[in-house]
């Protein structure tokens, strides 16, 4: 990693982990959490009165996003979710309310403060189908194919290796499996450069693809039906987008690469690393092996 994806990183780290430090010392206020401030496109506004109002005042509060991917999702009782750059936990929560008991939420951050303040949350839910995972979207910690549904709200922007997330993302979702994310993306005919003028990087601004990047970037993982549709406007020329996109059912040339420099092997994942893990979350990695005659690090 360049040193200077190594500063973004550090930059974004910081903003969010200060956001959630500033809700969790507002907590204590008598009179409740104040949301962290963000213009009139980003926020909790952007999600309906009612489900504010049923959740925990902090996850509301700390909301950063640029739309409400529950809501475009379409999720369904007893899906399995991952969120990605989950934050304080309010689209956790949410998806967790409508995939139920039989579903499975999970939550991925790389801030320890975010992830304090969303475990926090998720206990003053009562929520029981939610797990928060410390990683980078990058790298999720999750196995191949297990995820039914990938959301995200304005982070994906954030990242310093867009292709990386993209593969990632195709990785851990079931074929059939689906992405509903929001997102910020610029027109085509803005350069970096004019994006760089019209906001930082931690501002979701900098960092945004643009309509056909985005599209070029899902279509190289692997993704087809694929739906970038403009919200609103964010910055002149930049918009808050709904992104839906699908795995396919079945393997073509495009899932045998991206198997291959994901260096998956025997059923399992990150072959002969540490990091190894089986495909099939119902056996383990020495099972996984055997199954497949495989004797690397047996």
């Known amino acids: 990693m360049s040193e200077q994806s190594t500063d973004l990183r550090e930059a974004v780290r910081r903003r969010y982990a200060s ?3 500033k809700v969790t010392e507002g907590g204590t206020a008598c009179c409740g959490t104040d949301p962290v401030e963000v213009d009139e496109n980003f926020g909790s506004a952007l999600y309906a009165a009612d489900e504010r109002d049923a959740l925990p005042a902090g996850a509301v509060a700390a909301s ?15 899906e399995r979710v991952l969120d990605l750059g989950s934050g304080g936990g309010i689209d956790v929560l949410l998806s967790a309310r409508r995939v139920g008991p039989a579903g499975k939420v999970y939550g991925l951050d790389m801030t320890e403060e975010m992830l304090a303040l969303a475990l926090a949350n998720a206990a003053k839910a009562g929520a ?24 995200s709200n ?13 593969a990632e993302t195709f990785r851990v979702l079931k074929p059939g499996g689906r992405i509903g994310v929001s997102d910020v993306v610029a027109d085509d005919t803005l350069t970096a450069e ?6 930082d990087h931690v501002g979701c601004i900098a960092g945004a693809l643009s309509l056909t990047e985005y599209r070029a970037g899902l ?18 020329g930049m918009h808050s987008a709904i992104v839906r996109a699908t795995k396919p059912t079945t393997a073509g040339p495009d899932t045998a690469t991206a198997s291959a420099t994901d260096h998956s092997c025997c059923g399992v994942t990150s072959c ?6 089986a495909t099939d979350p119902s056996v383990t990695v020495s099972e996984a092996k055997s199954a497949a005659g495989c004797a690397c690090q047996n």
């Not at 797990?131 to 995820?147: C, S, Y």
């Not at 002969?272 to 893990?277: G, H």
């Open 219 to 236: 279509e190289a993982a692997g993704f087809t039906d694929i739906e970038i549709t403009p919200t609103h406007p964010v910055a002149d």
């Open 154 to 166: 304005c982070v994906i922007n954030l990242s310093i290796d867009k292709p990386a997330v993209f």
């Open 128 to 151: 029981r189908n939610v797990e928060f995972l410390k990683g980078t979207i990058e790298a999720i910690p999750l196995p191949a194919n297990t995820i039914d549904v990938v959301i």
């Open 64 to 78: 950063l996003g640029c739309g409400n991917p529950t809501a475009v999702a379409e999720l369904r009782e007893g």
């Open 194 to 199: 004019q994006r760089a003028e019209r906001g």
């Open 19 to 21: 956001a959630a430090v």
């Open 272 to 277: 002969c690393t540490p990091a190894e893990q």
